[in-house]
């Protein structure tokens, strides 16, 4: 599945400012309770009627009580109405006591929107080991009704730990003849990494979709996207992305078998997409966005997998931050990829410069190249020559100000 090109689709956040509430039938918000000095640390999506639901989370072993807690509450029939979040805490680590307060917050929750527990999924993010403060959370659940509380840009603020700026994104296309709306929120900016990193991204949309169709389409989806970036190779405990569909939008029905299949999962990718590379762009400390495509392997998951080599090895990633067009690094995350290469057929491009040819160093203008990899976006091209298999992650440089911000963390 590739990126939804022939569907025509606006990308709302341009026209009407898009976000999560987007889609009919959904309100969100955010205030600040106290587990943070002062920036707002609590946020909620709430949807009119119960909505399809499915999630995918961090692989992580040390996972987070909210994630149990959220787990459960899908596993009763894939339905939700609200979620709750926080940040400033991950409650992660925090043994029986913070399962206890996992619970406590879907309880006290659901009971101020009047829904059954089931129906609120909860999720925090923030420093691991410390325990919620749970009364400044059931304070600031009290006051979550109150109209100067209700906007979803409120909610964006909420959920971010040391991201500097809130990710959004909502996109719109036509099934049955109905306007289908997808909206989405992320945060993320440090520990990131494939196979969920310290993210969360939710993500709403007033179509009909069938339960396990929409499980199958995030998983998919999630695989071709947040699965695909890296800030600094390490994967957290709290990582989720959570979709939501209400059907409000009244078309047939979506499963595999519907001819707006793709439509939809094009829809929905292109959401993700857009996530997951504003929480590349905004790794912790980063000045740059690397893209890094991978071609000619001789599987997709071969091409993945050399890709996510590449944008995570820490040297490409400093010479990118000092623009030096190192093709050696390159060629060295490559080789240690776990997949099969042949040296003598690889090429690799920096942006518009050729760099490798045939395993073997090209001439190339160090200046011209140093030029272009001053810019926000540098992009990496590797063609391997071997198949068809292609696939493309996504990073970001190494800088003095990502070792500053993590080893002051807790102080």
Same mark, same amino acid.
């Given at each position: ?10 990308? &709302? ?81 925090? #043994? ?41 959370? /059931? ?107 209400? #059907? ?24 993700? /997409?857009?996530?997951?590379?504003? &929480? ?26 050399? *890709? ?28 240690? *990829?776990? /997949? ?18 045939? #395993? ?47 080893? *002051?963390?807790?102080?």
């Amino acid at each position: 599945m590739n990126p939804m090109q022939s569907v025509s689709m606006k990308h &709302i956040e341009l026209l009407t400012n898009g976000s999560v509430t987007t889609p009919r039938g959904f309100s969100a918000g955010g205030l600040h309770c106290g587990i943070k000095k002062r920036k707002l640390d609590l946020g909620w999506i709430y949807s009119e009627v119960p909505a399809t639901a499915a999630a995918v989370y961090t692989v992580n072993q040390f996972q987070a009580p909210p994630l149990l807690v959220t787990k459960e509450s899908l596993a009763h029939e894939n339905t939700i109405q609200a979620l709750l979040v926080n940040s400033g805490i991950a409650n992660a680590c925090t #043994g029986k006591q913070g399962l206890q307060d996992a619970y406590e917050m879907r309880q006290l929750f659901s009971k101020e929107l009047g829904l059954a527990e089931h129906h609120v999924a909860v999720a925090s993010t923030g420093l691991i080991g410390t325990h919620l403060p749970m009364d400044r959370i /059931q304070q600031g659940i009290s006051q979550a009704h109150a109209p100067e509380n209700q906007t979803a840009e409120r909610f964006e603020k909420a959920i971010l730990t040391t991201d500097t700026c809130e990710k959004k994104l909502a996109v719109q296309c036509e099934i049955d003849g109905k306007l289908i709306t997808i909206g989405g929120a992320a945060k993320g900016s440090g520990m990131i990494h494939p196979n969920m990193a310290t993210m969360l991204a939710f993500v709403t949309t007033d179509a009909d979709v069938a339960a396990e169709s929409l499980s199958v389409a995030l998983k998919q989806v999630t695989n071709q996207t947040f699965n695909m970036i890296t800030v600094d190779g390490d994967s957290s405990t709290n990582d989720m992305v959570l979709v939501m569909a209400n #059907g409000k939008a009244e078309n047939d029905t979506l499963t595999e078998a519907h001819p707006d299949w793709e439509t939809f999962t094009g829809a929905l990718e292109t959401v993700c /997409q857009s996530l997951a590379k504003q &929480i590349a762009k905004d790794g912790e400390g980063a000045t740059k966005l690397v893209e890094v495509l991978v071609e000619g392997a001789e599987t997709v998951a071969a091409a993945r997998q050399i *890709s996510k080599a590449i944008i995570s090895s820490n040297l490409v990633k400093t010479a990118i931050y000092g623009a030096d067009p190192n093709w050696g690094r390159i060629v060295c995350a490559i080789g240690y *990829s776990g /997949q099969p290469v042949i040296p003598e057929k690889v090429n690799v491009s920096i942006g518009p410069i050729a760099v490798v040819e045939n #395993g073997l160093p090209l001439v190339f203008d160090e200046d011209e190249a140093k030029e272009y990899m001053m810019q926000e976006t540098v992009h990496i091209s590797v063609d391997l020559q071997e198949g068809s298999g292609a696939a493309t992650a996504w990073g970001c440089d190494l800088t003095y100000d990502y070792v500053k911000i993590n080893a *002051s963390y807790r102080t």
